[in-house]
């Protein structure tokens, strides 16, 4: 059985793995929005783009070049919104692996705190042990001359 001691070197490790796991989760949340800001900027580019720019008794190189950017606009959505998803799922995974090393964690600090509770009451055991057998000694004279 590990002395509580023993423990602490595992638990600062674990400490450190779980600190820098919630570092890298963290950045990548941050970057998430950062990505789903980007496609928001581009939806409401093409969303203010679309219609507005094209009234009436338009040449057809402005209808041929404009239709061209919005496509040019979709296709950089559909690419923006495939990056979202997939720093989605890698956000996803980096908090699983956080959580991961959270528990891992608490479990370490657990064990410790049940060690140390044996501990405690092995010493208490000890000492209760050491009196009671004090006491047998000094009552055992007595019992004697009884």
């Not at 002395?3 to 796991?21: F, G, I, V, Y």
């Not at 606009?73 to 989605?88: G, T, Y």
């Not at 370490?108 to 000694?137: M, N, P, S, Y």
């Amino acid at each position: 059985m590990a002395r509580p001691e023993q423990l602490d070197s595992l638990l600062r490790h674990a400490q450190l793995q779980e600190q820098q796991a919630q570092s890298r989760w963290h950045a990548a949340q941050q970057q998430l929005e950062r990505h789903r800001q980007q496609l928001s900027e581009l939806q409401n580019y093409l969303n203010d783009y679309g219609p507005a720019r094209l009234g009436g008794g338009v040449a057809a190189s402005v209808l041929l070049n404009h239709s061209r950017f919005s496509e040019r606009l979709r296709e950089a959505i559909a690419q923006q919104s495939q990056v979202v998803r997939e720093a989605r799922q890698s956000t996803e995974k980096l908090c699983t692996h956080w959580q991961h090393k959270r528990q891992r964690l608490e479990a370490l600090g657990a064990l410790k705190d049940k060690r140390i509770k044996a501990q405690h009451t092995q010493v208490r055991r000890l000492e209760q042990r050491t009196l009671d057998d004090f006491a047998l000694r000094s009552l055992g004279p007595r019992l004697a001359d009884a």
